[in-house]
């Protein structure tokens, strides 16, 4: 505050600033205001008032004359202890719950995180995922997935991936189902680069005297491997004077690179297939009838006379021209047509029919037993694939007639084969799955590549030709064999890396797609996607940190509430810190403990297994289920340390409008929640009953209750439509409309503003609140003041003034405070001290503590004639 020189004051000045202040004060009080007052100069007459309309004056003009108003004092003290006594656990609350969230924050790269999610969500189609409704939808969409997970693949991930693949089919062009590549290409067209490989000589399992010598791979090695190579005349060819490359580990196929890989992220694996199954059971009811008594369905066979009672049957349009009578026709199932599953039981065994490169016929027919895998409460069967046709098979796929047109350079084995291609008796031309004697089958049985296969010595292979045509057809005229009737729920993912330099976080993020189909059919899709980080050094300070805050918080806590009689506060403190200090070991834990994600994907990829990738998978999957557990736990936090802090807001006046407001109209509010509860679920099990069967915002009880919460909060007042409703449905719109969006909604508003009105009023009441900004820098310079100016505690002098037996009419002065006296004496020392300490309260609040006397009231009073010399 300024201070301008005594001498500017003049006579009376003293008497002149009272009666401002005092003016001012009552002011205040009429208007109910927080208004800060200057004091400073005065004019010469006493009645200046500056540009701003405040009059202001010296501080100096309250020594020795200054009287406070005791109630007021009183409860401005009173204030004060308060602040004073909670601040502590206040700042320290703060602190807690500030270090604690940027804890959680630091537990990944969020933003980072975000931005990866949100580019896969778009690349892999998501969004059109959701719209599926047909299995030939989710097969179409796996394979969209599938094409896109190798566009973002940087490397040859079937090699990471896959233990078993025809090395002819990678190596060939035209191949398209594996080892596709964008980015790299295979050294095989270009005979005078050093990296060439020839793919012939590979396949006769050839190796040069230049190869390595000796190698890991050699069978003489002190640890021979399964697949060791034998340095003998059978596999090494004295007359190459190249290395055969891709046969050893030391002399590998060095893949030229084609462009650069643009992406931030990248695929690392093959995609996975993970599929759930239902357990068959037999069908009852109408369905039943249908298949027994009206199809005869599985119910007869060409060896006995079926019943003529369960076969369907139509007339032919016109008479037989030979018999000159209309012909009945008769029909009927090798099996039933109808085949339900318990979607509630789930399956163990399953035989996986797909196609694959050299499956047999036993394979595509009775099935490849797939083990599965417990995992999160469910069994799953998994299986990589390459390509949508790993999980499909050929659905009427026969060899066309010039399936392989003999040239002549072909031997004459070969032109003799031709001549029997489709003969009947051969069978050559039907689809190979039908019949086990179909010569397509005994191909390549001996070992001998250049009998059939997909090598460059097949010109004409039966196999080759079947399978690419196979591959060739529409995936939704392929033999779903993982998508059936049983299948419960079919996923495909796939893990991807998202590396980045020292100073960023490298990513490893697994993205799955799930088809869930229900037991009456629906499908319901889902995204899953996670993202890992290393844990950057600040997360580890504050492991370090938040437990010291907690604790310091904690006892504080302890101290001063244990004083008062507040159990429930220690208790509900003890509740947030404990959960705080449980949530950072378990995340302690977590990390230290095996498995260490996404450590265990590297072993893994030195492992090189599918069996070890799945595993990892899985664990990959498990500890996201952990991290979702400890997010809601650290939610659950939050929502508790929230409800701490409205608590802790009760530290001043000001701040604990929002606290007393929802204690003033708690009770009124769980009244209005049990009659909108009550009146909700009613309307959404009207709407259930009255729309459900047509409308799918109202298929069940959940859907039907969610859409009365949307109609409160107005997201979607009225269900989607195209045109106007029916009269029903509009009826009940304007129901629900009427009670919940119009009258619920005005209900708790009214609840909340009339509690909000009582609460302001009281705090209106008390005079001696100022701003929190202007009382919290006070609590700061408080000691510094004190230990300057001799003052006392303010405790103490609320202490005295309690026990004192004036009047609240009676002022306090310099000289009862200068008689007031404690455990160590008299609390002023010094008259200066006191007088001192009535003038800094004299400032506080706008002055709304200065006394007024009779005197000075009537000095203060403004004239109601104009000033000698001055215009009206």
């Known amino acids: 505050l300024a201070r301008p020189p005594p001498s500017s004051l003049g006579p009376g000045a003293g008497a002149r600033g009272m009666q401002s202040i005092l003016a001012h004060a009552r002011h205040r009080n009429r208007k109910n205001l927080l208004v800060p007052v200057a004091l400073a100069g005065a004019s010469k007459d006493g009645n200046a008032v500056p540009e701003d309309g405040r009059r202001r004056v010296s501080s100096n003009a309250f020594a020795g004359a200054v009287k406070l108003n005791r109630r007021p004092l009183i409860n401005r003290l009173k204030l004060e202890f308060h602040i004073n006594y909670y601040m502590r656990p206040f700042i320290l609350f703060l602190c807690l719950a500030v270090t604690y969230m940027m804890w959680l924050k630091a537990e990944k ?13 778009k690349r892999f189609g998501t969004a059109d995922a959701k719209e599926v409704s047909r299995p030939k939808d989710i097969m179409e969409y796996i394979d969209k997935f599938i094409t896109e997970s190798y566009n973002m693949a940087p490397a040859l991930v079937d090699a990471n991936t896959f233990d078993q693949i025809d090395f002819a089919r990678c190596m060939d062009p035209e191949v398209s189902d594996v080892c596709s590549l964008t980015y790299w290409s295979f050294p095989t067209d270009r005979p005078l680069d050093k990296e060439f490989i020839d793919v012939e000589t590979v396949l006769l399992d050839y190796l040069s005297p230049n190869n390595t010598r000796p190698s ?263 033999r779903n064999t993982w998508l059936t009737h049983e299948t419960t729920e079919l996923s495909i993912a796939v893990v991807l890396v998202t590396s980045q330099p020292a100073d960023y976080a490298d990513l490893l993020t697994m993205f799955k797609v799930s088809f869930a189909i229900d037991q009456y059919g629906e499908i319901s899709v889902s995204t899953f996607m996670e993202t890992s980080a290393q844990k950057r050094t600040l997360w580890w300070v504050l492991l370090g940190v938040v437990p010291v805050v907690a604790a310091l918080y904690w006892t504080f806590s302890w101290k001063v509430h244990r004083r008062m009689g507040k159990q429930t506060r220690v208790g509900f403190d003890s509740v947030i810190v404990i959960m705080i200090l449980s949530h950072m070991c378990s995340s302690l834990y977590y990390n230290l403990t095996p498995p260490s994600y996404p450590g265990d994907m590297i072993d893994a990829f030195h492992e090189n297994t599918q069996e070890t990738y799945f595993q990892s998978l899985l664990e990959i999957e498990r500890y996201t289920h952990i991290t979702t557990r400890m997010r809601v736990l650290g939610f659950m936090t939050c929502l508790l340390i929230f409800g701490r802090f409205l608590m802790h807001l009760k530290v001043h006046p000001r701040l604990a409008q929002l606290s007393l407001t929802i204690e003033e109209c708690l009770g009124e509010t769980l009244n209005f929640i049990i009659n909108m509860v009550i009146i909700n679920v009613g309307l959404a099990v009207i709407g259930q009953i009255c729309f459900g069967e047509n409308r799918p915002e109202f298929k069940n009880f959940d859907s039907s209750m969610w859409q009365m919460v949307l109609m409160f909060t107005g997201d979607q007042v009225a269900p989607s439509s195209k045109g106007f409703p029916p009269i029903v449905m509009t009826v009940f719109i304007l129901v629900a409309v009427s009670v919940i969006t119009i009258a619920l909604l005005n209900f708790l508003l009214a609840i909340i503003v009339d509690a909000y009105t009582s609460v302001n009023s009281r705090n209106a009441e008390n005079a001696a609140v100022d701003l929190f900004v202007n009382d919290f820098i006070l609590y700061l310079v408080d000691p510094l003041l004190r230990s300057a100016s001799g003052w006392p505690r303010s405790r103490d002098v609320l202490k005295s003034l309690a026990a004192g037996s004036a009047s609240d009419d009676e002022p306090v002065t310099v000289e009862e405070l200068l008689a007031m006296s404690g455990s160590k004496g008299p609390l002023f020392k010094k008259a200066e001290a006191a007088a001192s300490w009535v003038d800094f309260f004299a400032q506080k609040v706008g002055g709304v503590l200065v006394a007024e006397d009779e005197s000075t009231v009537e000095a203060a009073e403004p004239s109601e004639q104009p000033a000698a010399g001055g215009a009206e």
């Not at 790269?109 to 969500?121: G, K, M």
């Open 216 to 478: 890991a791979w050699d069978c003489d090695h002190a640890d021979p491997k399964e697949h060791c190579v034998a340095r003998s005349p059978a596999h090494e060819n004295a007359s190459l004077e190249r290395k055969t490359f891709g046969l050893l580990p030391e002399d590998p196929i060095i893949l030229r690179p084609r462009r650069e890989f643009p992406l931030a992220s990248a695929v690392v694996l093959s995609p996975l297939i993970m599929t759930r199954r239902a357990h068959d059971v037999e069908c009852k009811g109408l369905g039943d009838d249908y298949n027994n008594q009206v199809l005869g369905a599985g119910r007869c066979s060409p060896d006995a006379p079926c019943d003529p009672e369960e076969v369907t049957s139509f007339n032919g349009d016109v008479p037989n021209a030979n018999s000159d009578r209309v012909q009945s026709y008769f029909f009927t199932y090798q099996k039933p047509v109808f085949q339900c599953v318990d979607k509630a039981q789930e399956e163990l065994h399953f035989n996986d029919t797909s196609w694959s490169p050299w499956a047999t016929w036993d394979d595509m027919n009775h099935g490849v037993p797939m083990v599965p895998k417990f995992h999160q409460g469910s069994h799953y069967f998994w299986k990589f694939v390459s390509n949508v046709a790993s999980i499909q098979a050929p659905l009427d796929v026969t060899l066309p007639r010039d399936y392989c047109n003999v040239s002549a350079y072909h031997s004459k084995d070969y032109k003799d084969l031709q001549k029997d291609v489709c003969s009947e008796e051969a069978g050559k031309c039907q689809d190979p799955i039908r019949r086990k004697s179909h010569p397509m089958w005994a191909e390549s049985d001996n070992g001998d590549q250049r009998s059939g296969g997909y090598s460059s010595f097949a010109e004409c292979s039966m196999r080759k030709t079947w399978s690419d045509a196979y591959l060739a057809s529409p995936v939704g005229e392929r």
């Open 109 to 121: 790269p969020i933003e980072a995180i975000a931005t990866v999610h949100r580019n896969l969500a």
